[in-house]
């Protein structure tokens, strides 16, 4: 049976003239089927969304009735383009499409209903009802297939500009940009502003498996990191409100993943934190073993390493009456010497920290004495000689 037989036109005529009946009670049933509608169709809205139905099932009708020379892509085109716009509305609107699908679910079963009720009270023939049911629900799965391909194609637009936005914010925050750039960047990101952000460098190829245990806000920067070597094969991550006790957990989620961690700083300031972790890999505070470099607990190596020509000056003047000695006898006067400032002379506590004799300090600091003079007993010799023996 051809669509023409199945849709004479009486029973054509008498479809089109139901279509605002049968429209509206699509609509209300959507409405009660499915909830999280209800607001969109209350009001205005309500009306637009219920003459879209209506035009949706005017073309499902123009595309049932058409003749076999009719272009059968000109009626349904309008509709599948308006499906697809619906898809990629849902998703800018953040819904999922199970709503979208359960409309559509619904309005075909309440559409089928009462068109058909329509048609056969109009004279179609009840063997032609099962044409009409294909044809009805093969359209309802082309606009569903539209819809999803246009919810599809917005979350893939909307998950790349966001990406781009939130390495710009990243960008601008290593940078240190003004706090209006910062908050403008922010907003347009969609990204929730914290407390504190806290820089974490860490090889690219940990990256991943750092951010599945980290802070879903957790920022992460391009490629190029400023101020880093190009070739250094580093990722920057920004992780928020990791202060305080929170600071622990970071540490620990960071285990293994050779990271270097700034401290925690005011949001805006990050640039601080995401600086001192940079400057300290730069320096050589590379992680040993599993646990990464924890910048805070490495702030008196961060001083004496700033300016690394002058500490190897400070040695070398501070430490030039040793210099006749040869290397072993040097190096346990310089070791000797180091533990006596740290342990401010107290021969038990040097002796124990390096398994040696007390007697065996004292001769050490008997030849020390000898060396250095009276200037052991200077206070600023006492800190010259304590900064050049502060870094190993």
Known sequence: MTPEETFAGDVAAAMRAELPSVAARTVAAIVVEV?????????????????????????????????????????????IEGAYALGRGEARTGRSMDALLAAYRVGARVAWRHMSETAVAAGMPAASLARFAELVFAYIDQLSAASASGHADQLAVSGRMR??????????????????????????????????????????????????????????????????????????????????FARAALLRSLSGREAVVG???????????????????????????????????????LVL????????????????????????????????????????????????????????????MGQLRELFGARLDDPQTVLELTLALGVR
Request: hydrophobic share 40%.
């Open 263 to 301: 401290p925690a700083r005011p949001w805006q300031d990050a640039r601080s934190s995401y600086s001192r972790a940079l400057r300290a890999l730069q320096l050589g505070l590379v992680p040993e073993g599993r646990a990464p470099v924890d910048t805070e607990l490495r702030l008196a190596d």
């Open 35 to 79: 909830p999280s509608y209800t607001e969109a169709f209350s009001g205005p809205m309500g009306g637009k969304i219920e003459n879209a139905v209506q035009l949706a099932l005017g073309a499902f009708l123009e595309l049932a009735t058409a003749d076999g020379d009719a272009d059968a892509s000109r009626p349904i085109g309008p509709a």
């Open 163 to 244: 990406r781009r936005h939130l390495e710009r914010l990243t960008e601008l925050l290593v940078t240190g940009a003004p706090p209006y750039e910062l908050h403008t960047a922010a907003e347009r990101a969609d990204w929730t502003v914290p407390r504190s952000l806290t820089a974490v460098l860490l090889p690219e190829t940990r990256v991943r498996d750092a951010l599945a245990v980290l802070d879903a806000r957790t920022l992460q920067a391009g490629e190029d990191l400023p101020g880093a070597e190009p070739s250094s094969e580093r990722a920057v991550l920004l992780v928020p409100d990791a202060e305080g």
């Open 305 to 364: 390493r700033a300016d690394g020509e002058a500490l190897a000056d400070l040695r070398a003047q501070v430490l030039a009456p040793l210099d006749d000695l040869g290397p072993g006898p040097r190096e346990k006067l310089l070791e000797t010497l180091r533990s006596w400032l740290l342990h401010h002379g107290r021969r038990e506590q040097v002796a124990g920290e390096l398994y040696v004799h007390p007697q065996t300090v004292r001769y050490r």
